[in-house]
Structure formats: C-alpha cells, structure tokens
C-alpha cells in the first residue's frame, strides 16, 4: 500500500473543500492509503509516514496561511536528517490571486527536500465545480502516480 497526505489549513471552509476534493480523488485508488490532516494536528511522523503529500492554504497577506507556515516551521529541521525527497502537489484558496502563496511553499519544500509532481491548483474567489474537480484530479493523479511508481 501506499501513502498519501494531505495537510489543510482553512478559516472559512474553501480549503477545506478543496481537501476533501483531493481526498475524495484519492480514495479512487484503492492501492493507495490516504489520511486528511490539518496543519497544527500534522508532526514530522505523519511526513514519515506518507510516500506523497498535498499540502492546500489559503493564500494570507501574500503567502500560505500562518498555520501551514507554523508547520513548516515546526517539521523542517527535525526533517532534515530524512532527506524525505516526497513528492508533492499544492492547493490554493486566494481571493484573487494565489501566486505568492505557491512561490512560498515551493521555496520552503524545496529545501526539505520535496519534489513538485503536480500542476498547482489555484481557486480564485468562491469554489467552483471546476476547482473541486481539479483538487479532485490532484489527489487520484498522485495516488496513482504512487502505485505505479511514476513519483
Ligand atoms: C487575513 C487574510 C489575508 C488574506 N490575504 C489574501 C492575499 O494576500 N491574496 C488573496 O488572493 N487573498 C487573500 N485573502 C483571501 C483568502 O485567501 C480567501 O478568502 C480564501 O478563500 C480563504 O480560504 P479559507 O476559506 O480556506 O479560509 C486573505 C484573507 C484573510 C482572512
């Protein structure tokens, strides 16, 4: 089996649609284990655990929200002996852009190290059925991804 995690932050539920969306994607791979965790209840065990990881924020004041940010800056150290190298994807709830929030976390994932292997999810304002699906298709593209030994 493999694993797959994904670690949300929302204040006002439009993250948390888009994780449960990847979750949802996930589950369709019945080879891959999947677990749905936010931010201050995620530790350095659950990145142990997980072959791949999703990580979704809202975008806050430029870049991820502080509770994602808490968990970077409470995992990246105690990590480092790891070297994980897990593959993974992000999911962005913004007002109207996004794009720092992305910046940010690819700048602090890179240095785990992790590896990006999905296109980036950005939903724009209200969530739409599209976003959903996209967040859908991240966490099934992952999944898969994983039990085929693509990542
Ligand atoms: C304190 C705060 C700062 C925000 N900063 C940004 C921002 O810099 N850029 C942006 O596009 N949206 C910004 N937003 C809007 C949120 O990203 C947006 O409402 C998002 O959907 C909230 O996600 P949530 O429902 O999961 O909490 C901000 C919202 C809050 C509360």
């Known amino acids: 089996m493999k694993k797959l995690l994904i670690i949300y932050h929302s204040q006002t539920g439009n993250t948390r ?45 430029g870049t991820m929200c502080g509770l994602v940010k808490d968990f970077f800056d409470r995992t990246y150290y105690p990590a480092e002996p790891y070297a994980l190298n897990r593959p993974y994807g992000l999911l962005v709830s913004a007002g109207n852009d996004g794009s720092g929030a992305i910046r940010e976390m690819d700048r602090i994932l890179c240095g785990y190290p992790m590896k990006k292997v999905l296109p980036d999810v950005i939903a724009k304002g209200e969530i739409q059925a599209a976003h959903m699906q996209a967040a859908a298709e991240s966490g099934e593209g992952l999944a898969s991804g994983l039990v085929l030994g693509i990542f």
């Open 17 to 61: 649609q888009l994780a449960e969306s990847a979750l949802a994607g996930a589950q369709l791979e019945d080879q891959c284990a999947s677990r749905l965790l936010t931010a201050p209840d995620a530790e350095l065990e659950d990145l142990l655990w997980c072959d791949g990881l999703i990580i979704a924020s809202p975008e806050n004041f």
